[in-house]
């Protein structure tokens, strides 16, 4: 017990807290508290609160306990949701980034193989077509679509996967 | 963050998922609720001097309680822990200013003794409010607990988080503060 201390400071606050205090309470702690100077005060401080207590108790207005459950139970729900939706959005970027890698090492594979090709192309138009100016004239026209449908080809997968991470909030 | 709204569907949805969510059943909360519900809204009402931010904390005290992964041995351990909750949730807007909270006004007063009565209560509820104020908010909250809810020095401990023997060290500064403020004369 150190000197602030007194052993009987929580007899004194039981009986104000019980409406005891001073005169339905044993006699011999009303006698200790006149010469304790810790009971004094703890029963002058505890009187005062327990007053303030009881009368803010009269005038507070509680939100009914079904209210506060519900409401709780609807932020638990909505806070799951939440953490729900997190591990799709990574499921999303992580499919995003996969499509566009595979895009581009199709890009990468097809483009050296791409003259190839052509020449392949305008060889056999050579059997086929009867004069060399034609198949000249086609050969240059499929190397100028297919570097134009390259690029077409990587706006239309490009241009969702963009507006996609453009448009999501996360 | 993108904002998830619930139909009215989950919301239904959600008061079934409660009992599983929460670690108590609806019933044990309401019982819970009556019997903590006031003396808490009081307590954070006159913690933090704000009876709007009282409301929105008690909300948040519940919800907080009834999310805790906690195991109580005991109905007292079961309040101990809520209102530490509350404690903590004071201490994180303690850095707003202490608002003054206006007294009630005496309304019907039916004889010149009761009404001399009711205003020396009034003016020692308002003495008492403004000593509060200049009160630091871990020693309002300690006055509270010793000797308004009446908690043993164990049980303030291990709510505020300190060692019982620091406990009583900080009690006996803020009871004497208190004290000194609410004697005439002796006001700073």
Partial sequence: MSSFDCPREQDVVNAVLAGAWPDRCDDSLVTHAAQCVTCQEVAQVSMLLHEDVDHARIDVIVPAAGQIWWRAAV???????????????????????????????????????LPGVINVIRAASLEVLPSPEVSRAIAGGLTQIAGLAIIVAAIMVVAPLALYFALSDD | MREITLTDMERLGALDE????????????????????????VYLARMTGDDRLADDLLQETYYRFLRANASFESDDHRRNYLYRIATNLI??????????????AIVEVPDAAAAAQAAERAARRLDLERAMKQLKPRERSLLWLAYAQGWSH??????????????????????????????PGERS
């Fill in chain 1, 75 to 113: 932020r638990a729900r909505l806070e799951s949701t939440h953490a729900a939706a997190r591990p799709m959005s990574w499921m999303h970027a992580i499919t995003g980034a996969i499509v566009l890698g595979v895009f581009l090492a199709a890009i990468t594979t097809v483009w050296p193989m």
């Fill in chain 2, 18 to 41: 409660a009992d599983r969510t929460f670690q108590m059943t609806e019933e044990a909360f309401r019982a819970f609720y009556e019997l903590t519900a006031r003396p808490v809204r």
């Fill in chain 2, 91 to 104: 201490q994180d807007h303690r850095r707003k200013p202490f608002m003054e909270v206006p007294a009630a």
């Fill in chain 2, 154 to 183: 164990e049980e303030i401990a291990s709510t505020i988080g300190v060692k019982t023997a620091s406990m009583k060290t900080m009690l006996h500064r803020a009871r004497r503060r208190l004290v000194a403020l609410l004697t």
